[in-house]
């Protein structure tokens, strides 16, 4: 048995060194444990893209709040698609829980007070999106860098943050909205912190000049 549970062990460690890991807890009791964004289909953006706008028996809950706080639907289903792929039970290595992955700070600042409803969570998350979108200017590269990494992150380096999990998270859920694979060969810059800031955390506007002179042959994309 205990060789067993240290091979569990080195399992687990090795899963967190290469990816988010995540327990799902069966309604029988058993609990699966498994990465998001390494490996698998959930890093495949072609496979991504085919989940734009997808229905599920939590659409009303999710027309709801997206109603109520203005927020585009679609938006909120590629967050849980790339969250938890929609399963209520999920739990992150890092204490996320939930159809959004709400961590217990984020769910006590949105008065939610069981993690694991769908009702309660969708409109947490909703809420924390909708603050998001204001405090970024609907910049959705910025906003979800925050939902990912967390508001001070991508103030601090006044855009997405060079975080991998984090530019790979914004990467895969734009997938999932916009129904294509995103981003795909493109460059991220943060901007300097104190600097002129363009929408989408950019330093300066010589950027797309830079990065063509950077890598010649490159073409600039901008921030959507």
């Not at 072609?46 to 599920?56: E, I, Q, V, Y």
């Not at 969570?121 to 809420?127: A, E, K, L, M, W």
């Not at 590269?141 to 984090?166: C, D, F, S």
Request: aromatic share 10%; with cysteine.
């Amino acid at each position: 048995m205990r060789g067993i549970g240290a091979g569990v062990a080195v399992f687990f460690l090795a899963a967190v060194a290469g990816a988010d890991v995540r327990l799902a807890v069966k309604k029988d009791g058993t609990k699966v444990i498994y990465n998001v964004g390494s490996v698998g289909r959930g890093s495949d953006l072609s496979w991504l893209a085919k989940r734009h706008d997808r229905r599920t028996k939590y659409d009303p809950i999710i027309e709801r709040y997206a109603k109520k706080y203005r927020i585009d639907p679609v938006l909120v289903r590629a967050v849980i698609q790339v969250e938890s792929d929609f399963n209520p039970r999920c739990v992150s290595n890092k204490g996320a829980r939930g159809l959004m992955q709400l961590i217990p700070a984020t769910a006590r600042r949105y008065g939610v007070t069981t993690l694991h409803d769908p009702d309660q969570n969708i409109q947490g998350g909703i809420r924390y999106l909708a603050d998001l979108l204001a405090m970024f200017d609907d910049d959705l590269p910025r906003v979800l860098a925050a939902y990912n990494a967390g508001e001070g992150a991508v103030q601090k380096y006044g855009g997405i943050p060079p975080y991998a999990e984090t530019t790979e998270y914004v990467q895969r859920a734009l997938t999932v909205y916009y129904g294509r694979p995103h981003g795909q060969g493109a460059i991220t810059f943060a901007g300097r912190r104190g600097g002129t800031k363009l929408k989408g955390g950019f330093g300066s506007a010589i950027v797309p000049d830079f990065a063509a002179a950077l890598i010649p042959g490159m073409k600039y994309l901008g921030t959507r």
